[in-house]
């Protein structure tokens, strides 16, 4: 663990209600050897049932534990309106996607039309915006 501070250039605290504690878990010890074990260890929980466990042994962390899963709630809720939201977007593409076919299927038809009464490919390719391929097609 080590704690940072802010200090001026005369090397005294900015302010003793800021510092910046980096904790490196992956060195956390497997066995208690501190007051700060636990906290460190719910840290590294990646399991509901590992935090009650925690929060069973060290009552100090059933707040915290309490917390989490609140937040845990909340990230559900995030997540239901992330997923809504991206389903109306989808909604919205195939919406365009629909009209883009039926421009597609428009300029095709404005083509067979235009060859029908004897019009080039390069007027109907002008008019339509279909490469001469697309109309050799046709």
């Known amino acids: 663990m080590n704690i940072y501070e802010l200090k001026n250039e005369k090397n005294r605290s900015f302010t003793d209600l800021l510092k910046v504690v980096i904790i490196e878990l992956p060195k956390l010890p ?16 990646k399991a509901k049932e590992e935090c009650e466990m925690l929060a069973r042994k060290y009552p100090q962390l059933k707040k ?18 992330f997923h809504r939201n991206l389903a109306k977007e989808d909604e919205r593409m195939l919406h365009l996607q629909w009209k883009l076919d039926g421009i597609e299927e428009g300029k095709q038809t404005i083509a067979r039309n235009a060859l029908a009464e004897g019009s080039t490919p390069e007027f109907v390719q ?6 001469l391929d697309e109309i050799a097609k046709l």
């Not at 497997?30 to 719910?42: K, V, Y």
């Open 126 to 131: 002008k008019i339509t915006g279909l490469s």
């Open 30 to 45: 497997e066995e208690e050897d501190s007051a700060i074990w636990p906290w460190l260890r719910f840290l590294k929980c």
């Open 64 to 81: 915290p534990v309490r917390c989490a899963e609140r937040m845990g709630l909340i990230e559900s809720i995030r997540d239901y309106y």
